[in-house]
């Protein structure tokens, strides 16, 4: 594997659901971060991980939980979602914060 | 606060023709400028980015984009479009060399006629 893989590449969930997405990549970046692509708004920033630390929150609504193991993988806690969490959920990393980032191809998640 | 605004949400351009995608930013300070495309299924893969220096600015698969302070754009182009060109493409603004903080604009969906 090369890259940033995420997994699922698809997921359907109910609402009283709990599920993860993953992510890993094999780049030795030190940064990784989740955003949200929903259909006719701009990227969102959801979480950014340094060193497995994190250093930001854009406010993010409880019900997805992040985790960061170590500098090679992230996962995002999933849990009651509501049907507008549906979107695309990108993983990237970077080495550095200020580092280029090398984006993954995403989670498409359903809520039902 | 910094923004981004990529007016055109769909181009069609036939193939072989010229494309220019165009992106108007706000921002307090020397911007970061970046250009990425997302083929169906994909992630973003980056095309070009620009920091300093000449403000034209060559990127992967032939694009080329433009920094234009007074009118605050980085336009994207490339002089002759390939069918595979066909994505969505967006146009993103941030601090520090790889982009920390990177805003993005709402992308612009490009279609090629054969």
């Known amino acids: 594997e090369t890259g940033v893989t995420q997994t699922p590449r698809h997921l359907v969930m109910g609402m009283t659901n709990k599920k993860s997405l993953k992510c890993e990549q094999h780049?030795?970046?030190?940064?990784m971060y989740w955003y949200k692509q929903s259909a006719k708004k701009p990227l969102e920033l959801m979480f950014v991980?340094?060193?497995?630390?994190?250093?930001e929150n854009n406010s993010v609504p409880s019900r997805f939980s992040p985790e960061c193991p170590n500098s090679s993988h992230l996962f995002l806690h999933l849990h009651t979602l509501q049907p507008e969490d549906s979107a695309l959920y990108l993983c990237?990393?970077?080495?550095?914060?200020?580092?280029?980032?090398?984006f993954g191809p995403g989670t498409r998640l359903t809520v039902l | 606060a910094q923004s981004v605004t990529q007016p055109d949400i769909h181009i069609t351009v036939s193939e072989g023709a010229s494309l220019e995608l165009r992106c108007n930013y706000s921002?307090?300070?020397?911007?970061?400028l970046f250009w990425y495309v997302q083929s169906p299924g994909q992630g973003l893969q980056l095309l070009l980015k620009?920091?300093?220096?000449?403000?034209l600015v060559q990127g992967i698969k032939g694009f080329e984009a433009e920094f234009k302070r007074c009118q605050s754009s980085f336009n994207l182009r490339k002089p002759s479009v390939h069918w595979s060109d066909a994505a969505e493409y967006f146009c993103?603004?941030?601090?520090?060399?790889?982009?920390?903080?990177?805003?993005f604009g709402t992308g612009t969906q490009l279609k090629v006629e054969l």
């Open positions: 921002y307090g300070a020397t911007p970061y």
């Open positions: 990237a990393s970077s080495q550095g914060l200020a580092g280029e980032k090398v």
């Open positions: 993103a603004v941030g601090a520090g060399g790889g982009g920390n903080k990177l805003t």
């Open positions: 620009y920091f300093s220096g000449d403000t």
């Open positions: 780049l030795g970046h030190n940064a």
């Open positions: 991980y340094n060193f497995k630390e994190q250093t």
